[in-house]
C-alpha cells in the first residue's frame, strides 16, 4: 500500500514538475505557445471535421424525414379529396350523357308529325335478351298494343303486353318479328325478320332475284304490316346472299339502334294505319 501511494506521489510530482518546466519555457518565448497551439490545432482538426461532417448529416436527415412526413400528409389529403369529388366526377359524367340521349330524342320529337311518348327501359328477360324488354309506361300512360317503339336512330320494335305502370316491346331483332320492310334506294319491298344467328342482326327476305341491293344499302319500314309508320329507319345491308332453290334474294342487315345500350325510348302513341282508319269510318257509317 505505502509502494502504491509511493507511485503516485512521485507521478503527481513529475506532472507538476512538467507542466512547471513547459510554463517557463512557453513564456520566456511566445512563438512556443504558438507552436503548441498549431500542434493542437493539427491534431484536432480530423476530430472537428468528423464531428461536422456527423452533425451535418443528422441535420439533412432530419429535414428530409421531415420533408417525407409532410409529402405524406399532402398525399392523404389529396386522396381524401379524390375520393371526395371522385363520384361527384362520375356522376356528372352520367348525367351530361344521359341528357345528351335526350337531348337527341327531343329534336327526333321535334322533328316527326308523330305524337311520341318518351319511356325508360327498366328491364330484360336474360332469357330473351335479344326479344324483348320491359319500359317503365302502360295503360296508365295512355300506351296500347302494337304502338311502335323508336328512338332517333331508328325503329326499335312494338309494344306486345300492357300493364298499368309498365309494357313489353318485342324487339326487331327478336327471331319471332318479322315486319315490311323497303330498301330505300331501289324501293324494293321485303320481309324483315329477326334473327338468331348472328344475334344482334334481322335480315331482309323475299326480294325478287335481280333485286338490285347492295352492301350499305339503307333498310326502312313499310306501312304494309300495318303498325309501322313508312320510312323508320331500321339498319343497313352488310351482306348480300341468294337463294339457289327458291330463287329469291336477301339481305343480312344490322340495326341502326344498339340493343345492348338502349336506355330510353320513344313511343308513337297517335300512329293509325290505312287498315284501321277504314274500319274506324265504316264504323262510324
Known sequence: MFRNNRRKILSAIAVVLLLSILMSWSTNNPQRI???????????RPLQKGASAVTLFLTDTWQFIGDVQ???RD???LRRELEKYGGSDLHLLETLQENRRLRNLLQFQEAVEHELTPAQVIGRNPSSWF??????????????VDMPVVTNLGLVGKIIDVMPNHAKVQ???????????????????GVLVGLSTPRGYTRIT????????????????????????????IGR??????????????????????FDRLEEVLIIVNYQSSAEGEAESGAGQ
Do not use: C, M, W
Open 34 to 44: 504558438l507552436f503548441f497551439e498549431r500542434l493542437a490545432a493539427g491534431a484536432l
Open 206 to 233: 323475299r326480294l325478287e332475284q335481280h333485286a338490285d341491293i347492295r352492301e350499305g344499302d339503307v333498310i326502312i319500314s313499310s306501312p304494309l304490316t300495318g303498325v309501322f309508320p313508312k320510312g323508320l329507319v
Open 75 to 77: 398525399n392523404l389529403q
Open 237 to 258: 345491308v352488310v351482306e348480300v346472299s341468294d337463294d339457289p332453290v327458291s330463287l329469291e334474294r336477301s339481305a343480312l342487315v344490322l340495326p341502326e339502334v344498339d
Open 70 to 72: 409532410n409529402v405524406y
Open 131 to 144: 326479344s324483348t324488354l320491359t319500359i317503365d309506361k302502360g295503360s296508365n300512360d295512355g300506351i296500347k
Open 171 to 189: 324487339l326487331i331483332i327478336s327471331p319471332s318479328s318479322g315486319i315490311s320492310a323497303i330498301v330505300q334506294r331501289t324501293r324494293d319491298n
